[in-house]
């Protein structure tokens, strides 16, 4: 598994991790009498945050981690390359266009939901999980491209 | 229309330099052991300033080391 595989997974977990937190949130506030304004844009936001910095510390964590895993390996103190080459840019790009079009998907659905009379919450609770799902596909989509070759 | 494909030698020109490994021939082109297996596996078409470096490094004409042959067709 290479440098950005190793990269890429942590994303991946770290965004299924959030999305189970946010589906637990949003499943608990239906149990207590249904979706509260306040509750619903207050989780919008530590879901937002928690994306951020979760991505920013696991990608730090991940490069000091495989420095180590390399320096122990190789019994030397020579850097390993970790280089973000051509066919990894096209791999980034394809991901995220996977991701843009799930995302375009995700809203449209959250469009239609509100279009067909259901609650503007509903619509934002939709929305910020298909920006999650978007993620993740994109993420599986990259993994997918590298086990595969290109 | 027909289907073409990028074919190259370069795990041939790799043995016949002195066995280059995939890791060496990675570093001096600046691109990571993956992408040299992937190309080398026929399952990613460099760019073509990567193609000329490639080439440069065994210092033979690019026409040596890619090919843009039928697919189907044995090297």
Known sequence: MSYQEKNITVSLVSHLLIGVYYLS???????????????????????????????????????????????IKTRSDQEERFIEDERDQLIGLKGSKVSYIAFSIGVLIAMLTFAFGQPPLVMFSLLILSSILAEIIGDISQLYLYRKGF | ???????????????????????????????????IIAIEGEKYAPSLELAFKIALVFGVPLQDVFSYELEGDEK
Request: a positive charge.
């Open chain 1, 25 to 71: 949130q949003l499943f608990q506030m239906q149990q207590a009498g249904g979706l509260v304004a306040a509750k619903v844009f207050s989780l919008w936001a530590i879901v937002i945050v928690a994306a951020i910095i979760v991505n920013i510390i696991g990608s730090i964590l991940t490069n000091i981690l495989l420095s180590i895993v390399h320096a």
């Open chain 2, 1 to 35: 229309m027909d289907k073409y494909k990028v074919r190259n030698n370069v795990r041939k020109l790799r043995f016949h330099n002195n066995e280059l490994t995939q890791e060496q021939l990675a570093e001096k082109v600046g691109v990571t052991r993956q992408t």
